[in-house]
């Protein structure tokens, strides 16, 4: 049994499982990248909630093979993909179309309960500036483009 234990213990040690330092860690993220997460992933500023499936789906649709992991790291994973203003450009898109899609529902919902409009126009209302936010990223950080 301890020879077991050891040998978990080595394999564990060799494939880096525990403990370990990451190059994530290390990576030199551009400003954009913090100034988009505060304003895009928490739901009470951006008024839709952007769930790691819905990370997945942008990654794939710009190209951006990334794994299933915490929200935090998919969202830097995803922005590890830009490299120049037209991929920044194509990722901030696919989250305002992504937006998009997601507040409308909302509208339904006003439509169907317009008792719920109070509500409803202050989500989208926040979605709305969160999709106005992401439009000036591409332009004050890649000016000379």
């Not at 394999?11 to 330092?21: I, K, L």
């Not at 990722?91 to 169907?112: C, D, H, T, V, W």
Request: with cysteine; glycine share 6%; aromatic share 10%.
């Amino acid at each position: 049994m301890a020879d077991l234990r050891k040998e978990f213990e080595n394999y564990m040690a060799e494939r880096c499982v525990t403990g370990c330092e990451s190059e994530e860690d290390t990576f030199e993220y551009p400003d954009y990248v913090e100034a988009v997460n505060n304003e895009l992933m928490p739901p009470a500023k951006s008024g839709v909630y952007i769930s790691r499936w819905d990370l997945k789906q942008i990654g794939d649709a710009v190209g951006a093979s990334i794994a299933m992991d915490t929200r935090a790291r998919m969202y830097k994973m995803l922005m590890r993909s830009v490299h120049d203003k037209e991929s920044l450009g194509l990722l901030l898109g696919a989250f305002s179309s992504l937006i998009e899609a997601k507040i409308e529902p909302y509208r339904e919902m006003m439509q169907n309960y317009p008792a719920s409009a109070g509500i409803f126009g202050e989500m989208i209302a926040k979605a709305e500036r969160a999709k106005a936010f992401l439009e000036t990223i591409p332009d004050q950080y890649y000016p000379e483009s």
